[in-house]
Structures are given as structure tokens and as C-alpha cells.
């Protein structure tokens, strides 16, 4: 085999981006990573971040057999056969006494593998399961309703041609999401004609880089949006013609608007009025703007009015459906629902945005002697227990819970609390693919081929649920025989006796991706059993995007489907003009809403809202979760691959540190409501006065100890979003002290 034969085509699993890979393989291990400059969207690109996959693939220990927890806590090895009957009777049995809408369901994938998510929604329609979170809904779901008001859907960014780029609570520079990321900022940035607007507290990366930065003080983001949106209407620099042709109810928003106090606005966020004005105007009188909002914002105060302020940024200077400016885009599958309707759970009430449950509610759901509490769970590819805010009460809940399903390749933090861990392939041991299809005007999917067998005694989720799904004995095998035989025949044979069967019995919809996964997937190339689930939806593409799918070369969905089977690198799947964006808008005469009552009433409340939420016993703020150069998604159950900050120092300000004797490399106590840990100091003026912050990623339990801090130990499941509960990650009240022993270890 030549060099170039030993190249294999995958993606990276770490953000939403899924930058295209090559590896080289050594045996099971990745001898070298490198980009795939055949990716239809990331082009070569890639960071440092992927370039140490190995550590995910072979850097942990990984589960090789189900495990059955013991009366006395201890864990049992156990056959698959076994394992598959006693949950699948565990989980009837929950259905039969409390009803199929008790077993709650979380994941559904992490940034990379979303297959399993698909054949999930089998498994749950199966049982009457109506309740499911994901970790969407500790960040996106508030950004995710204001847009089903506004645009009807996600927009996205046209950074690589906007003349003002603008980052709310996001540094693209460690945290990428931006396509081609780093390359996309500097090429900002050595542009004169360009500008680069960022608000954020802390001196970031993508802030030094920045024209403009705006460093609010923490928490008050909705303060200077407004202020720089009062600054637009004042100065009329509003795009009059946009919203006369483009948009209705504009004249509340604008009323609200006027009402704000600039100068007083400025002075609550820190930033002197002067450097609103001139971001505003930049804003105002720039050919394109393009915005991405991200967990800075997302994770603090008022998180869902700030998303509103930022899309009115762009909507009043009519920075959509052209080049550089803001877009709608299509879907392979949305990710989430994007309804304007808020649903509410069975206990404590809280929203359901998305069709998501908001994660600070989960615990709360549980604790409880109410008769809809939720009775069990499955949890998939998944750490709720590490991830979601206060990691003690998450705990509780899952130990008050009748059962719990942990389907995961790793022992993790969730997995120990669990009655059945059912060990799972890896990313790079299976098909595998993400939805997270987020571009415009051209959108790409990628479905990766594996690079290695699975490890042996695991198996990848889709045949995971399918054999719960014939445990239950949910479907008959004389449908699947006939479904099976018409697949033999071919697609359009297949098509017919599918679309039979749905129109027979409506009832067996919801169990389309097994249906498929049975009957369809067997005749696929090379193994892809579980890609089946995309032939359904290449038929969406072909109904909802018939035009842009073949403009993207694709004459037909089976010509697509064959074409993401075949593709390694990756496929465009829909190709569109900027003036197609309107065409995903769907409110009546394509005129987009500006008004939403919840959130107007919430920018006029602003003046009289708390600013600050410390005290005297709490005086500084924690950002609990600081994307830095060494700092990855908890999938990389391995401290090794970090060459930099290996103990993921707590950022601090030099006049705090000064005034706690404190220096970089000294231990400090941080103290919350909730709990308290050592860290080791780095003393920057990256931080404000007043703001401290703790990297993502670190705090596993793993078998050499815990590294660093376990942030959720610190975070508060009270404070959340009034209107979408999403969680103040990065904004928890906290107390510093110097350590009084500088050889203690983190605590628990």
C-alpha cells in the first residue's frame, strides 16, 4: 500500500464545524492527522485540537463489555443478550406502572455522532416517551425560539465577505465555529476596509485581534445591545426600505428603542458611550454585517432578550439575504424544533423550547413526590452528571431515578450512577455522521466512514436500539419481510411499499428509522446499515429543497443518498443564491415579525433589572468554562494530549490577585453557593476586575485522579434564564481565598 493509499477521510469531532480529516493509521492508533483539503467546507482547514484525535480513539480506558449494577452498588459483566431483555423489561415495566412519558431521554450524540440520536426517536416513540433534553438546551434553545419568531430558523453568518464581522460572548479563535476560523479572522483583520466587533469582558484572542472591542462588564451584554440599538434609531441609521419592504410590527420595537437611556445604559456595561456610538455607527453605515452570538452570552443573564437584541443588530439595517450579511439556510434535519409555542413539563412547569427540556429542570423533575415525576432514563453519548449545573443534585436525581441507561463508550461520571451501561463503538469505529449542517449558500454533509473495526464486545447505538426495538417485539415480522423484500428490488420498489406502510398505519411513522435500519439498511455498500436512516431524509431534501438539491448536482434524493454514501470527503448537498435565503422564511408575504411581546416587555423592564447578582459573601464573578488552547470536549477522557495549563489554572485579574497575595502558580480556594474547589492562579490582564474564570474540560474522575477543577461541582441550578432556562455557566457568584495548604489537590 503506497503513502497516499494509507489516507483515510474522516472529520473531526470536537465543534460544530467537523472539519474534513485525513488519517494514518498504525494499527489501531492514529499515526498522523492532517486536513482533508477535499472537505467541500473546511478545505484543508484544521486546528490543533483535531491533530490530537488519538487521544480520544486510544487515550482512554474504554468500556468492552454491558455492565449490570449489583444491590451492593458493584458492577457485573454481562452478554448482550442479557442485557437487551432486562432493560427492555426494565423499561416496559416503568411504561405498564407510570406511563412511557415517565422515561425521560438525554443526548441524542456529541458533537460528532448523531446517527444514534436518530434511531433513538424509534426507541422513545416505542415506549410513550415524550420528554428528552440534550446539551442544545444549556446554550441554544432561548437564540433557537427568538429566531422561530423572527426568521422562522437558525441563521448563519457570511463572515468571509461581511465588511463588519461581530462576536457576542465568542472567541472564534479558541473556540472556532466560524468555518476556517483562524484564516476567516485574519484575513479581518489585515483588511482596512473591514471591521471586527466584539463584546466581551474578557480580553480575548478574537478581542486583541479586534477593531472594536466592547468589554462589558460581566453580565450586562443586554445593556450595551441596547444602547447600540437606541443609537441606530437615534441617529437613523436604520435601513428604511428593508423594513418597510421586508418586515411588520417594526413600530414597537422602535418605540422601546427610543425609550432606552444611552448614556446611562453605557454606563451600567462599562463601556465608554463614545465606543458604543462608533460601534453602532460602523454597524449602521457598513455594505454587510455579519453576527455570531455563542455560550459567552448564551450561559449569562439574559440570555434570550440578548439574543433578540443581537438579531435586531442586523434585521434593522437589513443585513439579511445578501452576501456578508445573515441567512437562513437549509437542513439535512433540524437539529431542534423551532416553534414560537413554549410547551411546559409535567412538574415544576418549566419552558420547553425546542422540544427540548431545559437542563437546570431535569433534577428538579425528578426530586419530587409529584406523580408525573420522571421515572427513568436513557441517557446516550452523554455526561449530564459532569455537564449540567450542580453536579451533586444531578446525582440525587439519577439515584432517586426507578432506572437508568447509560449508553456510552467510557465509564464516565454518568455511567457510575447507572443500573445498565451499555458500551458503545467509537466515533471512528462506526458510520457515523453530525446534522449539524449550518452553511449558506452552499451546505455540506459529511457521512464518515469507519476507520477501524469496533472494539470487540461493542456496538454502535443504531443496532443498540434496534435490538430493544425487536426485544419489544414493536413491529411485525411479516411488515419488515415485506419491507425487506421491496428493498430487494430496488429503491423505487422500496419507496413504494414504504409510503404503503405509512399510509396503512400512521402509527408506524414514528418508527421509520428502524423500519429502515431492518429492512433497508442490510442492502447498503461497505456496511452502512446505519446510514439507512439518511435515505428518509434525502427524500425531505428532494421535497423541501427540489431546486437548490440539484443546483448542488443531485437530479434526484436517490441520486444524493448515493452520493453521500460514496462521498468520503463529504458532499454539497443543497447549492443557493442570497436571494433564495427569503424562500426559507415562512411567515405570510415572506415579511419577518419584529416584534415579540415577552422580550419587548423585558427590554423595557431593563432599566429598573438587577445589574449585578454577587454580594458581599460572593464578590466575584466565575465563568465557569473558558475555551482555551488546550481545552476540548470531556470526550477526551485523557489529560496527556494538553501541552499547555495542564491543570486548567483559574484566570485572574492582577489588582484581585494583588489584593488576595496572590501570584500565577499559587493555590486559591474557590468558594460558591454550591461548592468549592483548589485551583492553581494565573494572574492576567485578560480579566477584569471582578472576573475570574475556569477552563472546559477539565475535573474527570479517571483512573490517574482528577485534574483540575470539576465545574459543576461550583455551578448553580437556580440561576438560569427566565424565559428559556438556559444556565449561568458563566456568571456563578463566587468567593477567593489563597489556599492555606499549597500541596492540597483539587476536592471533589
Request: glycine share 8%.
Given at each position: 500500500?503506497?503513502?497516499?493509499?494509507?489516507?483515510?477521510?474522516?472529520?473531526?469531532?470536537?465543534?460544530?464545524?467537523?472539519?474534513?480529516?485525513?488519517?494514518?493509521?498504525?494499527?489501531?492508533?492514529?499515526?498522523?492527522?492532517?486536513?482533508?483539503?477535499?472537505?467541500?467546507?473546511?478545505?484543508?482547514?484544521?486546528?490543533?485540537?483535531?491533530?490530537?484525535?488519538?487521544?480520544?480513539?486510544?487515550?482512554?480506558?474504554?468500556?468492552?463489555?454491558?455492565?449490570?449494577?449489583?444491590?451492593?452498588?458493584?458492577?457485573?459483566?454481562?452478554?448482550?443478550?442479557?442485557?437487551?431483555?432486562?432493560?427492555?423489561?426494565?423499561?416496559?415495566?416503568?411504561?405498564?406502572?407510570?406511563?412511557?412519558?415517565?422515561?425521560?431521554?438525554?443526548?441524542?450524540?456529541?458533537?460528532?455522532?448523531?446517527?444514534?440520536?436518530?434511531?433513538?426517536?424509534?426507541?422513545?416513540?416505542?415506549?410513550?416517551?415524550?420528554?428528552?433534553?440534550?446539551?442544545?438546551?444549556?446554550?441554544?434553545?432561548?437564540?433557537?425560539?427568538?429566531?422561530?419568531?423572527?426568521?422562522?430558523?437558525?441563521?448563519?453568518?457570511d463572515f468571509e465577505h461581511a465588511e463588519v464581522s461581530v462576536?457576542?460572548?465568542?472567541?472564534?479563535?479558541?473556540?472556532?465555529?466560524?468555518?476556517?476560523?483562524?484564516?476567516?479572522?485574519?484575513?479581518?483583520?489585515?483588511?482596512?476596509?473591514?471591521?471586527?466587533?466584539?463584546?466581551?469582558?474578557?480580553?480575548?484572542?478574537?478581542?486583541?485581534?479586534?477593531?472594536?472591542?466592547?468589554?462589558?462588564?460581566?453580565?450586562?451584554?443586554?445593556?450595551?445591545?441596547?444602547?447600540?440599538?437606541?443609537?441606530?434609531?437615534?441617529?437613523?441609521?436604520?435601513?428604511?426600505?428593508?423594513?418597510?419592504?421586508?418586515?411588520?410590527?417594526?413600530?414597537?420595537?422602535?418605540?422601546?428603542?427610543?425609550?432606552?437611556d444611552i448614556d446611562a445604559y453605557a454606563e451600567v456595561c462599562?463601556?465608554?458611550?463614545?465606543?458604543?456610538?462608533?460601534?453602532?455607527?460602523?454597524?449602521?453605515?457598513?455594505?454587510?454585517?455579519?453576527?455570531?452570538?455563542?455560550?459567552?452570552?448564551?450561559?449569562?443573564?439574559?440570555?434570550?432578550?440578548?439574543?433578540?437584541?443581537?438579531?435586531?443588530?442586523?434585521?434593522?439595517?437589513?443585513?439579511?439575504?445578501?452576501?456578508?450579511?445573515?441567512?437562513?439556510?437549509?437542513?439535512?434535519?433540524?437539529?431542534?424544533?423551532?416553534?414560537?409555542?413554549?410547551?411546559?413539563?409535567?412538574?415544576?412547569?418549566?419552558?420547553?423550547?425546542?422540544?427540548?427540556?431545559?437542563?437546570?429542570?431535569?433534577?428538579?423533575?425528578?426530586?419530587?413526590?409529584?406523580?408525573?415525576?420522571?421515572?427513568?432514563?436513557?441517557?446516550?453519548?452523554?455526561?449530564?452528571?459532569?455537564?449540567?449545573?450542580?453536579?451533586?443534585?444531578?446525582?440525587?436525581?439519577?439515584?432517586?431515578?426507578?432506572?437508568?441507561?447509560?449508553?456510552?463508550?467510557?465509564?464516565?461520571?454518568?455511567?457510575?450512577?447507572?443500573?445498565?451501561?451499555?458500551?458503545?463503538?467509537?466515533?471512528?469505529?462506526?458510520?457515523?455522521?453530525?446534522?449539524?449542517?449550518?452553511?449558506?449558500?452552499?451546505?455540506?454533509?459529511?457521512?464518515?466512514?469507519?476507520?477501524?473495526?469496533?472494539?470487540?464486545?461493542?456496538?454502535?447505538?443504531?443496532?443498540?436500539?434496534?435490538?430493544?426495538?425487536?426485544?419489544?417485539?414493536?413491529?411485525?415480522?411479516?411488515?419488515?419481510?415485506?419491507?425487506?423484500?421491496?428493498?430487494?428490488?430496488?429503491?423505487?420498489?422500496?419507496?413504494?411499499?414504504?409510503?404503503?406502510?405509512?399510509?396503512?398505519?400512521?402509527?408506524?411513522?414514528?418508527?421509520?428509522?428502524?423500519?429502515?435500519?431492518?429492512?433497508?439498511?442490510?442492502?447498503?455498500?461497505?456496511?452502512?446499515?446505519?446510514?439507512?436512516?439518511?435515505?428518509?431524509?434525502?427524500?425531505?431534501?428532494?421535497?423541501?429543497?427540489?431546486?437548490?438539491?440539484?443546483?448542488?448536482?443531485?437530479?434526484?434524493?436517490?441520486?444524493?443518498?448515493?452520493?453521500?454514501?460514496?462521498?468520503?470527503?463529504?458532499?454539497?448537498?443543497?447549492?443557493?443564491?442570497?436571494?433564495?435565503?427569503?424562500?426559507?422564511?415562512?411567515?405570510?408575504?415572506?415579511?419577518?415579525?419584529?416584534?415579540?411581546?415577552?422580550?419587548?416587555?423585558?427590554?423595557?423592564?431593563?432599566g429598573g433589572a438587577p445589574v449585578a447578582h454577587t454580594s458581599?459573601?460572593?464578590?466575584?464573578?466565575?465563568?465557569?468554562?473558558?475555551?482555551?488552547?488546550?481545552?476540548?470536549?470531556?470526550?477526551?477522557?485523557?489529560?496527556?494530549?494538553?501541552?499547555?495549563?495542564?491543570?486548567?489554572?483559574?484566570?485572574?485579574?492582577?489588582?484581585?490577585?494583588?489584593?488576595?497575595?496572590?501570584?500565577?502558580?499559587?493555590?486559591?480556594?474557590?468558594?460558591?453557593?454550591?461548592?468549592?474547589?483548589?485551583?492553581?492562579?494565573?494572574?492576567?490582564?485578560?480579566?477584569?476586575?471582578?472576573?475570574?474564570?475556569?477552563?472546559?474540560?477539565?475535573?474527570?474522575?479517571?483512573?490517574?485522579?482528577?485534574?483540575?477543577?470539576?465545574?459543576?461541582?461550583?455551578?448553580?441550578?437556580?440561576?438560569?434564564?427566565?424565559?428559556?432556562?438556559?444556565?449561568?455557566?458563566?456568571?456563578?457568584?463566587?468567593?477567593?481565598?489563597?489556599?492555606?495548604?499549597?500541596?492540597?489537590?483539587?476536592?471533589?
Open positions: 500500500m503506497t503513502t497516499t493509499e494509507r489516507w483515510h477521510a474522516t472529520a473531526c469531532i470536537l465543534c460544530e464545524n467537523n472539519c474534513g480529516l485525513l488519517v494514518r493509521l498504525d494499527g489501531r492508533r492514529f499515526e498522523k492527522i492532517r486536513g482533508d483539503k477535499d472537505h467541500p467546507a473546511s478545505a484543508g482547514y484544521t486546528c490543533n485540537k483535531a491533530l490530537r484525535l488519538d487521544h480520544y480513539q486510544n487515550g482512554g480506558t474504554r468500556l468492552t463489555s454491558p455492565l449490570r449494577r449489583e444491590p451492593d452498588g458493584t458492577y457485573t459483566e454481562i452478554d448482550w443478550d442479557t442485557a437487551i431483555s432486562e432493560i427492555a423489561a426494565g423499561l416496559s415495566a416503568v411504561r405498564d406502572a407510570h406511563g412511557g412519558d415517565k422515561i425521560f431521554y438525554y443526548g441524542g450524540g456529541g458533537q460528532g455522532n448523531h446517527l444514534g440520536g436518530a434511531y433513538s426517536g424509534a426507541l422513545r416513540r416505542a415506549l410513550g416517551s415524550r420528554y428528552r433534553s440534550t446539551a442544545l438546551a444549556q446554550e441554544k434553545t432561548g437564540e433557537g425560539w427568538v429566531d422561530a419568531h423572527l426568521t422562522g430558523g437558525h441563521t448563519t453568518g462576536f457576542l460572548g465568542k472567541n472564534p479563535w479558541q473556540s472556532h465555529g466560524v468555518a476556517r476560523a483562524r484564516t476567516v479572522l485574519q484575513q479581518i483583520a489585515k483588511d482596512p476596509a473591514r471591521t471586527m466587533i466584539v463584546l466581551d469582558p474578557v480580553r480575548t484572542e478574537t478581542a486583541e485581534m479586534a477593531d472594536i472591542h466592547l468589554p462589558v462588564r460581566p453580565g450586562t451584554d443586554a445593556w450595551c445591545l441596547a444602547a447600540m440599538l437606541a443609537v441606530l434609531v437615534r441617529d437613523d441609521l436604520l435601513d428604511h426600505g428593508f423594513l418597510a419592504e421586508h418586515t411588520t410590527d417594526a413600530a414597537p420595537v422602535l418605540d422601546a428603542l427610543r425609550a432606552v462599562g463601556v465608554p458611550v463614545d465606543l458604543v456610538r462608533a460601534a453602532a455607527h460602523r454597524i449602521g453605515t457598513a455594505g454587510s454585517v455579519a453576527t455570531y452570538e455563542d455560550l459567552g452570552v448564551q450561559q449569562s443573564p439574559n440570555s434570550t432578550l440578548v439574543s433578540y437584541l443581537n438579531k435586531l443588530l442586523w434585521l434593522l439595517t437589513g443585513n439579511f439575504a445578501k452576501r456578508g450579511a445573515m441567512h437562513p439556510h437549509s437542513w439535512l434535519v433540524p437539529l431542534a424544533g423551532y416553534d414560537r409555542e413554549i410547551k411546559r413539563t409535567p412538574v415544576t412547569g418549566a419552558p420547553i423550547l425546542g422540544g427540548m427540556v431545559p437542563c437546570n429542570s431535569i433534577a428538579e423533575e425528578i426530586l419530587t413526590d409529584h406523580p408525573d415525576r420522571f421515572r427513568a432514563m436513557i441517557i446516550e453519548s452523554s455526561n449530564p452528571a459532569h455537564s449540567l449545573a450542580d453536579s451533586a443534585a444531578f446525582r440525587a436525581a439519577l439515584d432517586a431515578l426507578d432506572l437508568v441507561v447509560v449508553i456510552d463508550i467510557a465509564f464516565t461520571e454518568t455511567a457510575r450512577r447507572a443500573d445498565y451501561v451499555l458500551p458503545a463503538a467509537s466515533q471512528f469505529e462506526k458510520w457515523e455522521a453530525t446534522f449539524f449542517t449550518l452553511e449558506f449558500p452552499h451546505n455540506t454533509f459529511h457521512l464518515r466512514a469507519p476507520l477501524l473495526d469496533p472494539l470487540p464486545g461493542t456496538l454502535p447505538e443504531p443496532e443498540i436500539y434496534a435490538r430493544l426495538l425487536r426485544e419489544l417485539g414493536v413491529v411485525s415480522r411479516r411488515r419488515l419481510a415485506l419491507l425487506s423484500a421491496a428493498a430487494r428490488l430496488g429503491r423505487r420498489a422500496y419507496l413504494g411499499a414504504f409510503a404503503a406502510l405509512m399510509a396503512i398505519d400512521k402509527k408506524t411513522f414514528g418508527l421509520a428509522p428502524y423500519l429502515l435500519y431492518e429492512t433497508l439498511g442490510p442492502t447498503l455498500p461497505d456496511g452502512a446499515r446505519s446510514a439507512a436512516v439518511l435515505w428518509a431524509l434525502t427524500q425531505r431534501v428532494a421535497k423541501l429543497h427540489p431546486a437548490a438539491m440539484r443546483r448542488a448536482g443531485h437530479r434526484n434524493a436517490d441520486a444524493l443518498f448515493d452520493a453521500i454514501l460514496a462521498g468520503r470527503s463529504g458532499v454539497t448537498f443543497t447549492v443557493d443564491d442570497y436571494a433564495d435565503a427569503w424562500d426559507y422564511v415562512p411567515h405570510p408575504g415572506k415579511r419577518i415579525p419584529l416584534a415579540i411581546p415577552e422580550l419587548l416587555a423585558a427590554l423595557r423592564d431593563l458581599d459573601e460572593f464578590p466575584f464573578v466565575l465563568s465557569a468554562g473558558e475555551r482555551r488552547a488546550f481545552t476540548a470536549n470531556t470526550i477526551f477522557r485523557d489529560d496527556s494530549w494538553r501541552r499547555r495549563d495542564p491543570q486548567g489554572a483559574l484566570r485572574v485579574n492582577p489588582d484581585d490577585a494583588a489584593g488576595l497575595g496572590l501570584s500565577s502558580g499559587d493555590r486559591a480556594r474557590v468558594t460558591t453557593a454550591r461548592g468549592s474547589a483548589l485551583t492553581t492562579v494565573e494572574v492576567t490582564d485578560r480579566m477584569q476586575r471582578g472576573h475570574v474564570s475556569l477552563p472546559n474540560g477539565f475535573g474527570l474522575d479517571l483512573p490517574g485522579g482528577r485534574t483540575g477543577v470539576a465545574l459543576n461541582e461550583l455551578t448553580d441550578l437556580t440561576l438560569r434564564d427566565s424565559i428559556a432556562g438556559t444556565p449561568w455557566h458563566k456568571h456563578v457568584p463566587a468567593r477567593l481565598e489563597p489556599a492555606p495548604d499549597q500541596g492540597v489537590t483539587p476536592c471533589p
